[in-house]
């Protein structure tokens, strides 16, 4: 439970998110639901996104214009939680 403790800890005190629900059956079981602060899906200020992520210890990447290939200006970056799952921040 400690691992799920501490991945929870990392959303919510490194990219910001919100705890929505938090249910524990048991050891095994266990599911929890987070939200962005502002409800969206989408950050209208990627810049300012990375800074703030960064500044909280998270590992990101340099911010890129190119999700959706080269010249697309759809800016981007990534970053990885503690357990390797690889998490994309989009601007809107």
């Known amino acids: 439970m400690q691992i799920v403790d501490e991945l929870i800890g990392f959303k ?7 705890v929505a629900s938090d249910y ?5 079981n ?5 939200t962005l602060p502002q409800d969206g899906a989408a950050t209208s200020d990627l810049a ?3 800074k703030e992520i ?7 990447s340099d911010v ?3 999700l959706y290939g080269p010249g697309s200006g759809v800016k981007w970056f990534n970053l990885e939680d503690p357990d390797a799952n690889q ?6």
């Not at 524990?24 to 095994?28: A, F, I, S």
């Not at 266990?30 to 987070?34: A, Q, R, T, Y």
């Not at 960064?54 to 990101?60: L, Q, T």
């Not at 998490?87 to 809107?92: I, K, N, P, R, S």
């Open 12 to 18: 919510t005190d490194k990219l910001g998110l919100k």
């Open 24 to 28: 524990r059956r048991d050891g095994h």
């Open 30 to 34: 266990w599911w929890v639901s987070l």
């Open 48 to 50: 300012a996104a990375h």
């Open 54 to 60: 960064g500044a909280k210890g998270a590992k990101v």
């Open 64 to 66: 890129k214009d190119d």
């Open 87 to 92: 998490v994309f921040l989009v601007q809107a």
